[in-house]
């Protein structure tokens, strides 16, 4: 029986710009089981990063809802929000944002230092996080000092910090060629073949998509009825 | 890795920045420290002088009420002290036999220069200064009187007292030791003839360059047989002192001075003291005035800058502190870090500031702050104009300066960190 690990009821956002409102989303209904590894794709505009966004308690919606591991998380305050940022969401950025004054190991420490871990605890596991994303030897090395795709394993890395139910990841490979692209992407799989962490990718790379186990659809923000299956056969496979 | 070690490293990324803040920051510092200098240093010296004044005024009264009943005789007109005219010691004889008279002490007191006679004087803005060079001065005593113990020094250190029949000996003020490097028991020479030092006394605000011999000594080392240049009267009855000094006056045309003119005297310095109190009273307030605008004026623009550069450096980070909020800070930890930042820069602010203010204070107290007026004084009183006293910085000045910088940081920092604390993640992360 699979469990559901994220799942959305009615999702709807909508902005106003200049008196007009435009609908961002459109009553996104979305379910994805533990241990999912997922693509959204969609053009450009489609309302992939708004989703996104309001998955990872970063925005919120105008209406309806999201239940992860069964929190509605639209009902919750600021510092319930950060908590669930925290312990149940870690993100990847397409810009990879790490702290440009801090080293890969640091980076990777960085979410943990807001919960009641050991300093020494973090340093370990933060060590073997990156052991995990093949950069042991370049812990130390401040961001500006790494290649595009080692500075998107550190990010990836710093996602997995706290252990999250779900990774976040917004177009992961948009920085990259696509051979290092390529790569993240069986990362991010070998990832949740190997920790069974749920991944959901929002990319609108069809190639990268097809890495996934799973792809769904979103076009004008509204989710498309058509799911396709990827490359990924995961765990399950 | 903990918020304190990010903290310093954010501190120091941007150094010419933060360098320019701290040395800015410092410098308000250290004229906040130079002001305060300065006013507690002039404050200080106003109460030291209403506390010296006071003891002069007491210790004067003291000495008037205790001397109540004796007349203190001079030669008519001149400048007696000096080398001017001379009594006749004879008279000191002649006086005592008067009625109502218990003693009249003859005495002889010279000033030793180091050029006979030499005397200067000169006017400053301050108001008269009269400078006597003498070295110390000789009080020949008559020691067969029954009350020489009036007129002697009290407090024997070392050694005795002078006594009836002494010849050749002298005691020395304990200042005059030094003086004449010499104690109980050495040879020291007065113009050319020894005598032996059989006592030292305790030095006193009137006595402190003061020796004592018998008076035919005394009229000896001066080469003035038979003259004295005062003569101290006792009267039985102090209610008769201005009536026996107005017959000695009248009868032998000498001056003297009473309880009253002393008292006259004692008024008129209270007064002057009182104007001089006055006056460096008025300067104080005067400094606390323009201090206190500066003071303000410098911790205004203290504020302001670290606000502005705080601001700038939120807005500069805005992108850092929306991935901070996504990867589950809460808005208070980064409220908590920007104080910190601001605090941390205070702090070295107010380092630097207790540095510069440490070496610069005074010429800074000099630049910011009044000097004060001149003081005319009446002819007479030979005292200096009040000055500003010199700044003197105290570690509790440097640590309440340190204490402001810190607070300064931190309130400088609590707008900008707070309006980080609030930034939507979504729209920080978007922030180019």
Not at chain 2, 121 to 126: A, H, L, P, Q
Request: with cysteine; aromatic share 6%.
């Amino acid at each position: 029986m699979n469990e559901v690990v994220l799942k959305t009821v009615n999702l709807t956002k909508v902005y106003e710009r200049g008196g007009k409102k435009i609908h961002a989303l459109s009553d996104v209904n979305l379910q994805i089981n533990r241990g999912d590894y997922v693509a959204i794709m969609g053009p450009s505009g489609s309302g992939k990063t708004t989703l996104l966004n309001i998955l990872g308690c970063l925005d919120k919606p105008t209406s309806g809802s999201v239940i992860i591991d069964g929190t509605d998380v639209t009902k919750l305050d600021e510092k319930g929000l950060s908590e669930i940022r925290r312990n149940k969401i870690g993100f990847v950025f397409q810009a990879f944002n790490l702290i440009p004054i801090l080293s890969a190991i640091e980076n990777v420490e960085l979410p943990m230092e807001c919960t009641k871990i050991p300093k020494y605890e973090r340093r370990k596991r933060a060590r073997q996080l990156l052991n995990l994303v093949g950069l042991s030897g370049r812990a130390e090395h401040r961001p500006h000092e790494l290649s595009a795709g080692e500075q998107q394993r550190v990010a990836i890395a710093r996602a997995l910090a706290n252990k999250p139910s779900i990774i976040l990841a917004d177009e992961p490979t948009g920085n990259l060629d696509s051979k290092t692209g390529e790569h993240i992407m069986k990362l991010l799989g070998l990832l949740n073949y190997k920790i069974g962490t749920t991944i959901i990718v929002v990319t609108h790379d069809q190639k990268m998509a097809s890495l996934t186990g799973r792809i769904l659809f979103l076009e004008d923000g509204k989710l498309l009825k058509k799911e396709k299956k990827g490359t990924y056969l995961g765990r399950k496979g | 890795m903990g918020m304190l070690s990010r903290v310093f490293r954010n501190v120091v990324r941007k150094k010419v920045r933060t360098a320019l803040i701290v040395v800015a920051l410092g410098f308000c510092m250290a004229i906040l420290i130079s002001i305060q200098a300065s006013i507690t240093a002039n404050q200080e010296s106003l109460q030291e002088m209403k506390e010296e004044n006071a003891k002069t005024l007491q210790s004067v009264a003291e000495e008037i009420n205790r001397t109540a009943s004796i007349i203190e005789v001079f030669p008519g007109g001149g400048m007696w002290e000096f080398g001017g005219p001379f009594i006749n010691e004879s008279i000191a004889y002649n006086i005592s036999s008067i009625e109502g008279v218990e003693d009249a002490i003859p005495i002889l007191e010279r000033f030793i220069f180091p050029n006979a006679g030499n005397m200067t004087k000169e006017s400053t803005d301050g108001g008269e200064v009269i400078h006597f060079m003498a070295l110390y001065k000789v009080e020949g005593i008559q020691l067969n009187s029954s009350h020489i113990d009036r007129i002697l020094p009290t407090k024997i250190i070392k050694g005795r007292n002078l006594k009836k029949g002494d010849s050749g000996v002298v005691i020395l003020s304990q200042n005059l030791t030094k003086y004449f490097d010499a104690g109980v028991g050495d040879t020291i020479t007065i113009n050319g003839i020894y005598f032996e030092v059989v006592g030292v006394f305790e030095s006193t605000l009137l006595t402190s360059r003061t020796l004592y011999m018998s008076l035919s000594d005394a009229q000896r080392v001066f080469n003035l047989t038979g003259k004295v240049s005062k003569i101290n009267v006792y009267v039985e009855d102090v209610d008769r002192v201005e009536e026996i000094a107005n017959e000695i006056e009248t009868n032998y045309g000498l001056n003297t001075i009473t309880y009253l003119d002393k008292m006259n005297s004692l008024l008129g310095m209270r007064e002057h003291m009182k104007e001089r109190e006055e006056k460096m009273a008025r300067y104080v307030d005067q400094l606390q005035s323009i201090g206190l605008q500066e003071f303000v004026t410098t911790l205004t623009a203290a504020s302001v800058m670290v606000l502005f550069i705080m601001l700038y450096a939120v807005r500069e980070r805005t992108k850092e502190i929306g991935i901070l909020k996504a990867i589950g800070f809460t808005g208070n930890s980064i409220l908590i870090q920007f104080l910190l930042e601001g605090i941390v820069i205070g702090f070295m602010g107010g380092v630097v500031g207790a540095v510069i203010g440490g070496i610069a204070t005074p010429m800074l107290a000099n630049i910011l702050l009044p000097k004060p007026k001149p003081i005319t004084t009446p002819i007479g009183y030979a005292t200096p104009g009040i000055e500003a006293a010199n700044p003197i910085v105290t570690p509790e000045m440097i640590l309440l300066v340190i204490g402001i910088a810190v607070l300064l940081g931190g309130l400088g920092s609590l707008y900008p960190a707070w309006k980080a604390s609030r930034k939507s993640p979504v729209e920080a992360i978007r922030y180019e």
